[in-house]
């Protein structure tokens, strides 16, 4: 059973487009967060939501928003897609409390704006 | 602000030997969590082990164990009876009460046959 889902898994667009990724997960999480990996594989937080409720919003620029219309799903819409957004976007949720506290990640979504 | 430094942007390992991969931190929270994730070729970020701060006893999790030192604020990873399967980047995190996770910038592992 996939925990973290997200699709499309790549895409390639052009460079003023707007484009969606969409993420969901299964596991009950109240948490869930975008990152965004460079292509030097730096990882860095984009958002976080809890409950649907943005709790996160670091330095991006306001082309991204993200959308959650429930709990279970995040989903990151891109406008006006720039040369420097091509980069691996990662999904992931957590359950905030629970003793565990990991941070369980979707596949990743391959975006390349040409 | 919280910040993690991975100072070994690559390392290599002969097959079943031992390496060890550092990871420093720096953060102003009393409580927060440590965690190490993997990311094979496939792309997709693999929890590998994980400690929380309050607990003096290093975490392990079979051929996977750290050397947490809290008062230098350094969270090494090692790795022992290297396989080729652990071929990976590695990343270290902190995650405070915010949920906030920050990641090093990763450690290239080369496992040499």
């Known amino acids: 059973d996939t925990a973290v889902s997200q699709t499309p898994k790549y895409l390639v667009t052009q460079m003023g487009n707007d484009k969606s990724i969409k993420c969901e997960q299964n596991?009950?999480?109240?948490?869930m967060y975008w990152y965004k990996q460079d292509s030097k594989k730096f990882l860095k937080i984009m958002f976080s939501?809890?409950?649907?409720?943005?709790?996160i919003n670091e330095t991006v620029p306001n082309r991204f928003s993200p959308k959650s219309p429930d709990k279970a799903h995040l989903n990151l819409h891109i406008n006006s897609l720039e040369l420097g957004d091509s980069a691996v976007y990662f999904c992931?949720?957590?359950?905030?409390?629970?003793?565990?506290?990991?941070?369980?990640f979707g596949p990743g979504t391959r975006l390349t704006v040409l | 602000a919280q910040t993690v430094t991975q100072s070994q942007p690559e390392m290599s390992v002969q097959e079943a030997e031992t390496v060890t991969l550092s990871c420093t931190y720096d953060?102003?929270?009393?409580?927060?969590?440590l965690f190490w994730y993997k990311q094979p070729p496939s792309r997709q970020m693999i929890l590998v082990i994980r400690?929380?701060?309050?607990?003096?006893q290093n975490a392990t999790e079979n051929r996977f164990s750290v050397n947490f030192q809290k008062a230098a604020k350094s969270f090494s990873l090692k790795i022992s009876d290297s396989q080729l399967g652990d071929a990976a980047m590695y990343f270290c995190?902190?995650?405070?009460?915010?949920?906030?996770?920050?990641f090093g910038k990763g450690t290239r592992l080369h496992i040499l046959p």
């Open positions: 939501y809890n409950n649907k409720e943005l709790i």
């Open positions: 995190a902190t995650m405070n009460r915010d949920d906030k996770i920050i």
């Open positions: 992931a949720s957590s359950q905030p409390g629970s003793r565990e506290n990991e941070q369980f």
């Open positions: 400690q929380e701060a309050y607990k003096q």
């Open positions: 953060t102003s929270e009393s409580d927060y969590y």
């Open positions: 596991l009950g999480h109240d948490t």
